[in-house]
């Protein structure tokens, strides 16, 4: 399938302080379409406060952010929203009175606010649930709703509350929202966090078959070194702050700084 700059994500020279701590020092990477890009680290590496740049929630001190030609350094998240970026966070960002499909919907409606330059933040669900309810739910909607969540294999489940929702069906209903608002560019934070081997690999499948049908860029931050390797194209490795390596899963599978790094020493 052929790649568009437009989707393309490049970070140059990032940095951002904290006080007296450098969280990031001039980090440099880049995601390419089609492509699923790693994001590794041990704890405290720098991992989510770069997708916190990437996505505008934080403001780095030096370096920008590119999508495409396009520098977003200095734009709103809805910005970066309205330009097709969309994450997910460590800890499911969902609404406990909204069904499946409702959540799918009210995603769909907040992505082409954010898009006609509304100022509603894509995921923002309390600011749009009043109009959401209001309105109703069309055909064309639940149909579109309805398509999505059967390619993710959520369809039984549309009618269900996130309570009643495995945690790995919910981790797929997240991913589910990305899709809703037309995401591009797709930031993934911990997916796999509290999975079981088989939830983790349905995940991986999933995020893999995405990334290549759809063409999307996407960014994944993980701890569980299996999925990473075993379904990103390209790797990023962070320490400290540092970029302190990057290539092929089987690169850095083999680098000596990465198992230092994870390790603390290496044997030569």
Not at 66 to 86: E, L
């Amino acid at each position: 399938m052929s790649t568009t700059t437009s989707t393309t994500l490049r970070a140059e020279g990032v940095s951002i302080r904290f006080g007296g701590v450098q969280a990031l020092n001039k980090v440099s990477m880049d995601a390419q379409p089609g492509q699923i890009t790693g994001l590794i680290g041990p704890n405290g590496a720098g991992k989510s406060t770069m997708l916190g740049c990437i996505s505008g929630t934080l403001d780095q001190n030096e370096g920008t952010i590119f999508v495409g030609d396009t520098s977003i350094g200095k734009t709103t998240p809805q910005k970066r929203a309205s330009m097709g970026m969309a994450r997910t966070f460590q800890g499911p960002q969902l609404v406990t009175e909204l069904t499946v499909r409702e959540h799918v919907v009210l995603a769909n409606r907040a992505g082409k606010q954010v898009r006609a330059g509304r100022g509603v933040a894509a995921l923002n669900f309390l600011v749009a649930l009043i109009p959401f309810f209001s309105r109703g739910i069309s055909k064309d909607e639940i149909a579109n709703a309805d398509a999505l969540l059967d390619e993710l294999g959520l369809g039984k489940d549309k009618d269900k509350g996130p309570s009643d929702l495995t945690l790995g069906q919910r981790r797929l209903l997240e991913v589910a929202i990305c899709l809703a608002t037309n995401a591009k560019i797709m930031l993934l934070d911990e997916p796999s966090a509290g999975l079981d081997r088989s939830e983790t690999e349905n995940l991986g499948e999933m995020i893999k078959k995405l990334a290549r049908e759809r063409n999307i860029t996407i960014v994944l931050v993980e701890h569980d070194l299996d999925l990473v390797f075993g379904i990103c194209d390209r790797v990023f490795v962070l320490d400290f702050g540092q970029l302190i390596d990057s290539g092929t899963p089987a690169e850095m599978r083999a680098s000596k700084a990465v198992q230092a790094a994870y390790l603390g020493t290496v044997e030569d």
